[in-house]
């Protein structure tokens, strides 16, 4: 059974700072893996889709990448600013119905 | 384009009281549509999918049931609520290669 994590629960940076967020899973055999944005109290918000035959995508400040062989992906904000201060989440999917398997989240809050 | 509608948006419920949360997508045909719940402390863990009308599938041994009645209607029900119940369901949808999520439902039971 996939289990997905993500390290660090929790980050606090200064405005301005590049920074990066970890996922890892456990099984390799995955279809796509996908980024969340998630604000308080607020459903979830799509910020970046990698297929499995992909290394990286790319969507103005962010950058995810995936290596499928060692199981891991990451989130990498370049120009911190306090508006990306939320929840972010990475989820697997192994390509069936069967839905999407998260990771438990980092907190993250931009200092201004 | 595709839209997918929550309600109600927020709830609370005494312990014992039934439960109904009902979920609507729009702008798209034969949809998988699944259930998620949020729970304090916890990561986002999948609760039901359905691949079509009258097919659900559960993935968690619990005190709910869902249903769909219609191709792009997905309820999810109780009988009886339990104190672990509370939490945040997140509906979602997939007509492909990625899911999408609705504006999900803050359940409170008291």
């Known amino acids: 059974k996939q289990e997905v994590t993500q390290i660090p629960a929790a980050l606090s940076v200064p405005e301005g700072e590049n920074l990066v967020l970890n996922c890892s899973f456990t099984d390799s055999a995955i279809y796509n893996l996908q980024w969340f944005r998630q604000d308080p109290g607020k459903g979830l918000t799509s910020l970046l889709l990698i297929q499995s035959s992909q290394r990286e995508q790319t969507s103005g400040r962010l950058n995810a990448s995936l290596d499928k062989s060692s199981g891991r992906s990451t989130l990498y904000i370049a120009a911190s600013q306090p508006g990306d201060s939320a929840t972010y989440l990475c989820a697997a999917s192994g390509g069936g119905a069967d839905g999407l398997t998260f990771g438990k989240g980092t907190h993250l809050i931009i200092q201004p | 384009s595709q839209t997918i509608h929550q309600w109600p948006a927020t709830l609370v419920q005494p312990v014992g009281s039934p439960l109904s949360l009902e979920c609507t997508v729009e702008g798209t045909s034969n949809p998988n549509l699944y259930w998620y719940r949020q729970a304090a402390g916890r990561g986002l863990q999948l609760l039901f999918y359905?691949?079509?009308?009258?097919?659900i599938s559960s993935e968690v041994p619990q005190n709910l049931s869902a249903s769909r009645p219609q191709d792009r209607q997905f309820i999810l029900s109780s009988k009886k609520l339990l104190l672990s119940d509370s939490g945040f369901y997140l509906c979602?949808?997939?007509?492909?290669?990625?899911?999408?999520f609705g504006p999900g439902t803050r359940l409170l039971v008291l």
């Open positions: 979602a949808w997939s007509g492909g290669n990625r899911e999408y």
């Open positions: 359905s691949v079509g009308i009258g097919q």
